[in-house]
């Protein structure tokens, strides 16, 4: 009788998120809509005559294939042909191709359902994560956070967000679970599905060591640090599974390294995906690294010299204040104790994308960011989160339309 109760409340909370996902997809179109009626679709990026208009479908649906979308879709159907596209990593717009050859779809619609299942099954896997640690209301929080983000609209877009997520979340989960084998498979894919995967690196090696610094194995190292070093060596040739699942960590990065290898026989250059990076995005660097004070430093200047009756001035604004909310984020995270592994990746993943000296696309980069979610839930007002859920919910209204409508955003 208890394990059928709790079967079946497994089932009504897994329905609950499933409705959750469903209701915000379709809200997502239903704001697209509107906004198709109030405002005309002026498009600032190219190809949209050639893989969006041309698709038969209503425009509230194709715009979600805006900017990006329409490089997805490029590469998904006749590969890496355009020059510098080498910078979208190849994972999501194989799994395009893939799924366009079995679904009797156009390729914008199969983009969007693949968008679409991988953002539910990321919310599930959230909920999955979370519950290791965290009670049941605040998880619901988070992933209340989560759907409600201001960018969220990208998770159902045709952009990588969903699936990156949920293969960061399962390669976590599955290491809080011991389940190394699976934790490291769903890393390595997601290397080949974003570059800032790399910081999932040094996040399962402290997950692996905060499940194996109290083992017999790290005791035995201890004590042979006094013995000399030839014991210390002849105690890791005797291969055991701390040591196997160390080693095999490093294979996370299977997917990028697979990735270098294509770029280099065909193009010879392994980080072509890094030096492409300067044709999209304004200032984006791909041959140097710029620190983050420098960035800030350019976003200075570059708001206290454009006018605001610009759009990039507003663009701009968006990008540094999301920024700055972002590392307040982070701070607190570690001020909240949350998960060392989770702030670790966050960090570095939030990090990286300003080496290429812009914070350009950052108000979607953070989307993967958990914790962020979670230090929301945690906080102790409910009348302040559910002040917080309602603001977001009306930037998310705003951002989808100015998205949808063919202006950059992120």
């Known amino acids: 009788m208890g394990k059928s109760s709790e079967t079946s409340r497994f089932y009504e909370r897994i329905s609950l998120l499933l409705a959750m996902c469903i209701f915000w997809r379709f809200s997502l179109f239903v704001i697209s809509w509107i906004g198709s009626k109030f405002f005309r679709y002026s498009p600032s990026f190219p190809y949209s005559d050639i893989f969006l208009k041309p698709s038969g479908l209503p425009e509230f649906v194709w715009t979600f294939g805006n900017f990006d979308g329409v490089h997805y879709l490029n590469i998904a159907l006749n590969g890496y042909v355009a020059q510098f596209t080498q910078a979208f990593f190849p994972f999501y717009p194989l799994l395009i191709r893939f799924f366009y050859t079995l679904l009797p779809f156009p390729p914008i619609v199969v983009a969007l359902i693949i968008s679409f299942v991988f953002f539910t099954l990321s919310v599930i896997m959230f909920h999955k994560l979370l519950l290791l640690d965290y009670g049941k209301n605040t998880v619901l929080w988070a992933i209340g956070f989560m759907i409600l983000f201001p960018t969220s609209f990208y998770f159902g877009s045709i952009y990588n967000e969903s699936l990156f997520l949920f293969l960061i979340l399962s390669s976590f989960y599955f290491a809080r679970k011991k389940k190394w084998a699976l934790a490291i498979l769903f890393a ?90 300067g044709v999209f995005g304004a200032e984006r660097s791909g041959s140097t690294f710029i620190l983050l004070p420098q960035v800030f430093y350019r976003y200075f200047r570059i708001l206290t010299t454009i006018s605001p009756h610009v759009e990039m001035f507003w663009v701009a604004l968006i990008e540094v204040v999301m920024s700055l909310i972002t590392i307040l984020f982070l701070v607190t995270a570690v001020l909240k104790k949350v998960r060392v592994s989770y702030v670790v990746f966050s960090t570095i993943a939030f990090i990286m994308p300003t080496f290429t000296g812009t914070l350009s696309s950052m108000p979607r980069y953070v989307l993967v960011l958990f914790p962020i979610y979670i230090v929301l839930a945690l906080i102790p007002s409910k009348q302040l989160k559910w002040l917080l859920l309602y603001l977001s919910s009306i930037l998310l209204t705003v951002f989808t339309i100015i998205f949808t409508r063919g202006h950059w955003l992120s």
């Open 188 to 277: 390595a894919i997601s290397s080949a599905t974003r570059i800032v995967a790399v910081a999932l690196l040094p996040a399962l090696l402290i997950e692996w060591y905060f499940q194996y610094k109290r083992s017999s194995w790290f005791m035995t190292v201890g004590k042979n640090l006094f013995s000399g070093a030839n014991r210390i060596r002849k105690h890791i040739i005797q291969f055991g599974r701390p040591e196997l699942i160390f080693l095999s960590i490093f294979l996370s990065l299977g997917g990028l390294a697979l990735y270098m290898v294509y770029l280099q026989k065909e193009y010879g250059d392994l980080l072509y995906f890094w030096h492409a990076q």
